[in-house]
């Protein structure tokens, strides 16, 4: 042992004989992520530096500003394509003046010491960005490019507080005193990145900021979008990849290529791995095919396409683009298409409506069907999300077995901020799992578009916009279905259609393979309840196309009953939800009575069309419901009324 201290003594003696006023300490070799690191106190700060297994002929470099080790992923692709990484610890400097001659000594030292190159690779998270821009405005020539991630930019907005940001009361105290400033002061001070970004962008010093749309903590209005607009005013390249539905938290990407290839691209592209292509990035599952609906459209000329889903498929856009493909594909092929789209509706309205708005019109040969953003929007449990589903596809099966079926899973933030997480939206997971049992393809476009937001292709407030896409986003939904089009039909006709067989026994007791409408006018009307052969609103609410001018069963007072015979496991009403709208009382079979809400998160601004199913378990037999308006309703609701258009039975 005192031999060894002795030897380290020795070391650290002719270290600061060579090195003069940079204080080093005797380094200890650690691992990280199976890499060599050496770690070691310079100027008494701790100091890392990361060795690759085969260093590349640049000797490339990538410097982390702050904490050291968290979400690591680019900096180990990098190693592994040849870079360093290095580290010093300034924490207590706030990335202030003190913290730049700090950056310069350690830099002056690593080029000496380690022959690096002289242009290095600046990473910043959180308060990290307060470091690598003022470093890097006043070392523009030395910095390859810039990767900040949720990078603060302005003191103002973080640590301060001042505007939308959460802010720190105790780191706010400690960089006011770190960068010797006071309240009255703060507002002309230029010595942070909303300023000094110009500076790099002058200097054509490439940057990519990856930012949490939902961030709190560093709000990107804040920072990042400033930062950016003074950027390309001064002529610098930015990147931006927003992640939708992300806040402060998680920092990078869980799949780091996008960052890697930036960064590659602007120090060794030689290193860069080639560049995939577009269809990489389209989430099909191929199971099954579609070749049944070709044979007839090919050899009968004749075809009925049908599509069923929520406002995304009722909207004009991707479901038009389908049909002309399919009319140019087969130009001698007479097709019937069926738009059974109703907005706000989802599988459990779909397998209860799907005889009545789409098997009725005949034969389907092709059907689409979505659901997963309204099933998981209007707060469908996972079971209720898979009984939907498997009744909707049991049901088109059974009307035909030679029935081809695409299942679409389209995109919202809710699904974008899954996906950036690493986890699969649990709706998803649940009409997976149907598509899978009857082999059905499926095109998950929430995955396609959150990936290539992520390889920041696009973006979705300046491109897609909203769950309701705009012209780019229903032209990317075309051509991600025409691909899977393509790849399906890209062989030879088969020489007879497949026949389907569904499984003897089906996913869950209680799917709603058998869901249907029942007529209002089969209730027995107690008391309070009246039928309306055309409602309509009185007020100058929104309402839905196909839910006004119809008949509706109608009570708006409390004590208002009802009673309803009805054969089946499932009972549920399909309504009209508006600012009206009360609580609802049901028994089935004389049990003590629950309550069901009727007003929804829109009630306020819409008559919605909305199915309450009130329980889906019972036994297969004869049931009878007794509902009665209650005298209590939602805060938020300016009455107690009920509209009911049909009954929704599963027998």
Same mark, same amino acid.
């Given at each position: 042992?005192?031999?060894?201290?002795?030897?380290?003594?020795?070391?650290?003696?002719?270290?600061?004989?060579?090195?003069?006023?940079?204080?080093?300490?005797?380094?200890?070799?650690?691992?990280?992520?199976?890499?060599?690191?050496? +770690?070691?106190?310079?100027?008494?700060?701790?100091?890392?530096?990361?060795?690759?297994?085969?260093?590349?002929?640049?000797?490339?470099?990538?410097?982390?500003?702050?904490?050291?080790?968290?979400?690591?992923?680019?900096?180990?692709?990098?190693?592994?394509?040849?870079?360093?990484?290095?580290?010093?610890?300034?924490?207590?400097?706030?990335?202030?003046?003190?913290?730049?001659?700090?950056?310069?000594?350690?830099?002056?030292?690593?080029?000496?010491?380690?022959?690096?190159?002289?242009?290095?690779?600046?990473?910043?998270?959180?308060?990290?960005?307060?470091?690598?821009?003022?470093?890097?405005?006043?070392?523009?020539? %030395?910095?390859?490019?810039?990767?900040? +991630?949720?990078?603060?930019?302005?003191?103002?907005?973080?640590?301060?507080?001042?505007?939308?940001?959460?802010?720190?009361?105790?780191?706010? %105290?400690?960089?006011?005193?770190?960068?010797?400033?006071?309240?009255?002061?703060?507002?002309?001070?230029?010595?942070?990145?909303?300023?000094?970004?110009?500076? @790099?962008?002058?200097? $054509?010093?490439?940057?990519?900021?990856?930012?949490?749309?939902?961030?709190?903590?560093?709000?990107?209005?804040?920072?990042?979008?400033?930062?950016?607009?003074?950027?390309?005013?001064?002529?610098?390249?930015?990147?931006?990849?927003?992640?939708?539905?992300?806040?402060?938290?998680?920092?990078?990407?869980?799949?780091?290529?996008?960052?890697?290839?930036?960064?590659?691209?602007?120090?060794?592209? !030689?290193?860069?791995?080639?560049?995939?292509?577009?269809?990489?990035?389209?989430?099909?599952?191929?199971?099954?095919?579609?070749?049944?609906?070709?044979?007839?459209?090919?050899?009968?000329?004749?075809?009925?396409?049908?599509?069923?889903?929520?406002?995304?498929?009722?909207?004009?856009?991707?479901?038009?683009?389908?049909?002309?493909?399919?009319?140019?594909?087969?130009?001698?092929? %007479?097709?019937?298409?069926?738009?059974?789209?109703?907005?706000?509706?989802?599988?459990?309205?779909?397998?209860?409506?799907?005889?009545?708005?789409?098997?009725?019109?005949?034969?389907?040969?092709?059907?689409?069907?979505?659901?997963?953003?309204?099933?998981?929007?209007?707060?469908?449990? #996972?079971?209720?999300?898979?009984?939907?589903?498997?009744?909707?596809?049991?049901?088109?099966?059974?009307?035909?077995?030679?029935?081809?079926?695409?299942?679409?899973?389209?995109?919202?933030?809710?699904?974008?901020?899954?996906?950036?997480?690493?986890?699969?939206?649990?709706?998803?997971?649940?009409? !997976?799992?149907?598509?899978?049992?009857?082999?059905?393809?499926?095109?998950?476009?929430?995955?396609?578009?959150?990936?290539?937001? @992520?390889?920041?292709?696009?973006?979705?407030?300046?491109?897609?916009?909203?769950?309701?896409?705009?012209?780019?986003?229903?032209?990317?939904?075309?051509?991600?279905?025409?691909?899977?089009?393509?790849?399906?039909?890209?062989?030879?006709?088969?020489?007879?259609?497949?026949?389907?067989?569904?499984?003897?026994?089906? @996913?869950?007791?209680?799917?709603?393979?058998?869901?249907?409408?029942?007529?209002?006018? =089969?209730?027995?009307?107690?008391?309070?309840?009246?039928?309306? #052969?055309?409602?309509?609103?009185?007020?100058?609410?929104?309402?839905?196309?196909?839910?006004?001018?119809?008949?509706?069963?109608?009570?708006?007072?409390?004590?208002?009953?009802?009673? @309803?015979?009805?054969?089946?496991?499932?009972?549920?009403?399909?309504?009209?939800?508006?600012?009206?709208?009360?609580?609802?009382?049901?028994?089935?079979?004389?049990?003590?009575? %629950?309550?069901?809400?009727?007003? =929804?998160?829109?009630?306020?601004?819409? $008559?919605?069309?909305?199915?309450?199913?009130?329980?889906?378990?019972?036994?297969?037999?004869?049931?009878?419901? =007794?509902?009665?308006?209650?005298?209590?309703?939602?805060?938020?609701?300016?009455?107690?009324?009920?509209?009911?258009?049909?009954?929704?039975?599963?027998?």
């Amino acid at each position: 042992m005192k031999r060894a201290r002795n030897l380290q003594l020795k070391i650290t003696f002719w270290i600061l004989l060579f090195f003069g006023a940079h204080y080093i300490s005797a380094a200890q070799e650690t691992n990280y992520h199976g890499f060599k690191c050496l +770690d070691f106190k310079f100027e008494g700060h701790d100091a890392k530096i990361v060795f690759p297994a085969r260093p590349e002929p640049g000797l490339h470099w990538i410097w982390r500003a702050r904490f050291w080790g968290h979400e690591p992923q680019t900096e180990i692709a990098l190693l592994e394509k040849g870079f360093h990484v290095v580290y010093v610890d300034g924490a207590e400097y706030c990335g202030n003046n003190e913290a730049v001659t700090l950056w310069n000594h350690y830099y002056d030292y690593l080029i000496k010491e380690y022959h690096l190159n002289l242009k290095t690779v600046l990473e910043g998270f959180s308060r990290g960005g307060l470091y690598i821009y003022n470093w890097g405005s006043e070392n523009v020539d %030395k910095v390859a490019c810039i990767y900040a +991630d949720a990078p603060v930019c302005d003191l103002r907005s973080w640590p301060g507080g001042k505007w939308k940001g959460v802010g720190s009361p105790d780191d706010w %105290k400690a960089h006011l005193i770190a960068y010797n400033l006071i309240e009255e002061t703060i507002n002309e001070f230029r010595g942070m990145p909303v300023y000094n970004a110009r500076k @790099l962008a002058e200097a $054509h010093v490439p940057a990519i900021h990856v930012c949490g749309a939902k961030d709190e903590v560093v709000p990107m209005e804040e920072n990042t979008d400033i930062l950016v607009k003074t950027y390309r005013e001064a002529g610098g390249e930015i990147k931006v990849i927003i992640k939708e539905g992300c806040g402060h938290h998680p920092h990078s990407l869980k799949d780091p290529a996008p960052i890697v290839s930036f960064i590659l691209s602007h120090t060794a592209p !030689e290193l860069a791995d080639p560049p995939l292509p577009v269809e990489s990035k389209m989430a099909i599952n191929f199971r099954g095919n579609i070749e049944n609906c070709r044979i007839k459209f090919e050899r009968e000329k004749i075809g009925r396409v049908a599509f069923l889903g929520g406002s995304i498929t009722y909207n004009p856009g991707w479901r038009d683009l389908v049909c002309q493909y399919l009319k140019q594909r087969f130009p001698h092929t %007479k097709f019937e298409f069926i738009s059974a789209g109703i907005p706000s509706t989802g599988s459990t309205p779909g397998a209860m409506r799907i005889v009545r708005d789409v098997l009725s019109k005949g034969t389907i040969d092709l059907l689409f069907e979505e659901a997963a953003v309204n099933d998981a929007t209007n707060g469908i449990s #996972p079971e209720v999300q898979l009984r939907g589903m498997e009744g909707i596809i049991y049901h088109a099966i059974k009307s035909n077995p030679f029935i081809d079926i695409v299942m679409l899973h389209f995109v919202d933030p809710d699904k974008m901020a899954d996906y950036t997480s690493g986890k699969t939206p649990e709706v998803i997971e649940q009409h !997976e799992k149907v598509a899978a049992y009857y082999s059905i393809p499926s095109i998950n476009l929430a995955k396609e578009v959150t990936d290539r937001i @992520l390889n920041g292709e696009f973006t979705w407030r300046d491109d897609f916009k909203d769950l309701h896409p705009s012209p780019f986003g229903q032209q990317l939904y075309f051509r991600t279905i025409s691909h899977f089009f393509e790849r399906s039909w890209d062989m030879p006709t088969s020489e007879k259609q497949q026949y389907k067989t569904l499984p003897n026994k089906i @996913l869950d007791q209680y799917s709603y393979i058998n869901g249907h409408f029942d007529p209002i006018g =089969t209730a027995k009307l107690k008391s309070g309840w009246k039928l309306v #052969p055309r409602w309509e609103p009185t007020d100058k609410v929104s309402t839905r196309e196909g839910f006004v001018d119809v008949p509706v069963l109608e009570a708006t007072q409390p004590g208002a009953t009802l009673k @309803l015979k009805f054969w089946g496991t499932a009972i549920g009403l399909f309504i009209t939800s508006g600012p009206d709208a009360g609580i609802l009382e049901y028994s089935i079979d004389g049990t003590e009575f %629950k309550k069901v809400d009727q007003f =929804t998160p829109w009630s306020e601004q819409l $008559h919605l069309p909305w199915l309450l199913m009130l329980t889906d378990s019972l036994k297969n037999s004869k049931h009878i419901l =007794t509902l009665r308006v209650s005298a209590t309703s939602n805060p938020r609701s300016i009455g107690n009324a009920c509209r009911i258009h049909q009954f929704a039975v599963n027998n």
